[in-house]
């Protein structure tokens, strides 16, 4: 089973959305003027084209995001439900999943981290041409994303460790090496450690807080 979220994960949030059961209740405080999320108000809705993974073709599925705005500063913020991933169509588990695989061994390649059972995720089949899959560079790309989210993988750390003072993650990223092989520059070196830490933190993320950090640091789910 390739790594998806699923139509009902979709349906699911949209119903909420529906329901006005988004709430900015949970999100941080304004990072640029420190008002507290509560005074957030409801700013806009967007409708928003996820891909999710059906008996491996990749489908379209829709459902409206919520943008909030901060009454102090009049900045906006995205609700990130959890299998969504800040400026990418494709859903959480997809993202990570692939570059996860990618990274777990020395010798992958992304050839290889494309494939599940043998067979790549295809999209389905069009009138003319021949129906093309998951590309290699695609996965390149979203490790290149993933990469650069330092600063919430900072600010999720944070609170990882006020959580659990004694967690063992500091540990597990300091330990972590990127195989020479994987990289020609040293920017992709950084990229693939930012990745690297970033699969990890939010590994430790979910079982802590059940959510993922996109969701928790809404407010800051900016580049750095
Ligand atoms: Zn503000």
Known sequence: MPPTATLADIKAHQRKVEKDKITPYNLPPCPRCRVESEFF???????RR???II?????????????????????????????????KHYTRPSITGFSA?????????????????????????????????LAPTTIHRWITTLGRFTQTCRTALI?????????????DLARLI????????????????????????????QA?????????????CAFS
């Open 41 to 47: 108000k409801i700013h806009a809705y967007r409708e």
């Open 50 to 52: 996820f891909l999710i």
């Open 55 to 87: 008996e491996m073709l990749i489908k379209a599925a829709y459902c409206s995001l919520v943008r909030f705005k901060c009454p102090g500063c009049n900045k906006t913020f995205t609700d990130y439900p959890d299998f969504a991933i800040p400026h």
């Open 101 to 133: 695989s990618y990274l777990q061994s020395d010798d992958m390649t992304y050839q290889q981290a494309v494939m599940v059972d043998n067979s790549a995720p295809g999209y389905p089949q069009s009138d003319s041409s021949e129906a093309p899959t």
């Open 159 to 171: 609170l990882l460790l006020q959580e659990n003072p004694v967690s063992s993650i500091c540990r």
């Open 178 to 205: 990127i195989p020479q092989r994987k990289y020609k520059t040293i920017q992709r070196k950084k990229q693939l450690t930012g990745c690297q830490h970033l699969v990890i933190i939010e590994a430790f993320f």
């Open 208 to 220: 802590t807080f059940k959510t993922s950090i996109f969701t928790k640091l809404a407010t800051r």
